[in-house]
């Protein structure tokens, strides 16, 4: 009996070190990032750029994957069933804390079904339209926006993705409902914005900043409190008496729940030294992007910010009415 019991914590003890020496191994293969939303997009634009840096402390490839849906809702359900072994990972934005009040038959909790890797960047939104819109301010867009209403429409990546948040923010500051056009990112949507076949949207500046600055679109305010250093001459809503409509969007970085702490700990620190990195800072501030320091790139920190901002939105949208289902 006793040598049983001895040979039963020795295999015990060497299926521990087994593991263990897997997980001080990790990564020895490429890592999948999930993105909710379509390619060239806002969120894409990220996620490439934080796959490409975490990639060198990783030691491995980190693959973009775009699992576009309107809303973003499939991403995280697709994460959440995945093996949790630190090969497949998400990035997502704000939407993770409103879907929870959008969707009453959601197949994912944000708060029970993942481990959560750190906070990225947070990013303003800029109102744009089509150039043939002939408003040269926001005073005057929304003027058009009064005597155009069976005309307008308003493009967005479906309910529970950023421009939807912002343009349900939008619609209720001028107190006007529009049409209402839903893509599976704003990448497309944008395309369709370029072609004329939709009027308007409020999109991130990591989509927005180039064709602001080419002039491709005319832009009517940020979403920020202060102005945005990349588009200075570009107002905010807020200075220009809109008031109601500020949100930043906010990414962050997960793993299906069960993901072994050791591999947590190395995507951690490698998101980590992707934020104190230089031109990773610099290519967001280009666009308008504000990198969040080392210290908020922690699970601890992102989960405390999903929290609080799912406790701010869902009054809110509670409050407006919104469902998607
Ligand atoms: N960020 C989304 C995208 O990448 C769109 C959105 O949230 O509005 O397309």
Not at 16 to 36: D, E, G, R
Not at 156 to 177: K, P
């Amino acid at each position: 009996m006793k040598s049983r019991i001895a040979a039963i914590a020795a295999a015990a003890v060497s299926m521990s070190l087994a593991t263990s020496a897997v997980a001080q191994q990790y990564p020895t293969k490429s890592i999948t990032m999930l993105v909710p939303f379509a390619a060239g997009g806002p969120t894409d634009t990220v996620a490439r750029v934080v796959a490409q840096q975490m990639a060198k402390p990783l030691g491995q490839t980190v693959i973009v994957e775009n699992k576009p849906s309107a809303g973003g809702i499939l991403a995280p359900e697709q994460v959440k069933n995945s093996k949790p072994d630190g090969y497949t990972i998400l990035i997502h934005h704000i939407g993770m804390s409103t879907v929870p009040a959008l969707y009453r038959q959601l197949r994912f909790d944000p708060l029970k079904d993942f481990e959560y890797i750190g906070l990225i960047n947070e990013v303003p939104m800029t109102i744009i339209a089509n150039e043939k819109v002939p408003a040269k301010n926001l005073q005057e867009f929304l003027a058009y926006i009064k005597s155009n209403k069976d005309k307008v429409s308003y493009a967005n990546a479906g309910i529970g993705a950023a421009s939807h948040l912002c343009g349900m923010l939008f619609m209720s500051a001028i107190q006007t409902d529009l049409l209402t056009v839903p893509y599976k990112g704003t990448g497309p949507a944008m395309n369709d914005l370029l072609g004329g076949q939709v009027t308007f949207m409020c999109d991130q500046t990591t989509n927005t900043t180039s064709q602001i600055k080419s002039h491709k679109v005319k832009v009517y305010g940020v979403t920020s409190a202060q102005r945005v250093s990349s588009l200075p001459d570009v107002p905010t809503l807020q200075e220009q008496g809109l008031k109601g409509a500020d949100v930043a969007i906010w990414h962050g970085l997960y793993a299906p729940k069960g993901t072994p702490k050791a591999a947590l700990d190395k995507l951690v620190a490698a998101l980590q030294e992707t934020v104190k990195d230089e031109s990773v800072k610099k290519r967001f501030a280009d666009l308008g992007a504000t990198t969040y320091p080392p210290e908020k790139a922690t699970p601890a920190a992102l989960q405390a910010h999903l929290k609080e901002e799912i406790e701010k939105w869902t009054p809110l949208i509670k409050k407006a009415g919104v469902y998607a289902d």
